[in-house]
């Protein structure tokens, strides 16, 4: 049972376009939802992330949006340049078992 | 953050034998962890590495197959056995920045090829 969805799978966003990756949970026990960015070869480093408490977090071009009622959560990348042409993953945690589990993925490519 | 350093960063295997990652932290951490991430895959935790006990196994892994050591809070090992080309796969050392907060640093991965 996956416990995290995300989507789309891969995305191809035109430089200063807004890219848009969604991903909804299961488990209304987590409270705590990161996003990481990893480029090839490398490990997945946390870009941003945020709590129930607050439906929405900005760091920079990165933005969360979050909807506690309809359990989704969702990374707005502002005029996306293609240095940000990498693997995002979503990540949920929370609970007695405080391990993130993961959404399986989303490759953005960021054409010049 | 945490600045985690992985050995050997990459290597090829042959079937039926056995290889040892490394992982070296700069801090002692109380939270440490194995993932694997398959090609072209999500992040799949393998075990906790608990600093002087035995690890603790998530389900579809064993012991057997990935012995885990943990002899203080800054180093651990994850040995892959008796290896199949199904084991191909990038290996990941993760520690916590702290209890319950669910935020991980991640080491840079030890991309495993077995023929």
């Known amino acids: 049972q996956q416990q995290v969805k995300q989507s789309p799978q891969s995305l191809i966003v035109q430089k200063g376009g807004i890219s848009i990756i969604n991903c909804a949970y299961e488990?209304?026990?987590?409270?705590?939802f990161p996003w990481y960015q990893q480029f090839p070869g490398k490990g997945p480093a946390l870009l941003i992330a945020?709590?129930?408490?607050?439906s929405e977090k900005k760091e920079g071009r990165f933005t969360i949006s979050f909807n506690k009622s309809a359990k989704q959560f969702s990374l707005h990348i502002m005029d996306s340049q293609p240095g940000d042409s990498a693997t995002y993953f979503c990540?949920?945690?929370?609970?007695?078992?405080?391990?993130?589990?993961f959404g399986k993925g989303t490759l953005l490519t960021v054409n010049p | 953050s945490a600045v985690i350093s992985q050995k050997p960063s990459r290597d090829i295997c042959q079937r039926g034998t056995s290889l040892t990652i490394q992982c070296q932290v700069d801090?002692?951490?109380?939270?440490m962890f194995w993932y694997r991430q398959q090609p072209g895959q999500s992040l799949t935790l393998i075990a906790t590495?608990?600093?002087?006990?035995?690890?603790?196994?998530e389900s579809g892994f064993v012991i057997d197959k990935f012995p885990i050591s943990r002899p203080n809070l800054t180093f651990s090992t994850l040995t892959v056995s008796n290896m199949s080309p199904e084991d191909s796969s990038i290996y990941l050392c993760?520690?916590?920045?702290?209890?319950?907060?669910?935020?991980?640093?991640f080491g840079e991965g030890s991309r495993l090829t077995v023929l």
């Open positions: 993760s520690v916590g920045a702290g209890t319950n907060t669910g935020e991980l640093f």
């Open positions: 488990n209304t026990a987590f409270d705590y």
């Open positions: 945020i709590r129930p408490d607050v």
């Open positions: 990540a949920a945690a929370g609970g007695s078992n405080y391990k993130l589990t």
């Open positions: 801090s002692q951490v109380t939270m």
């Open positions: 590495a608990n600093q002087g006990s035995e690890a603790t196994y």
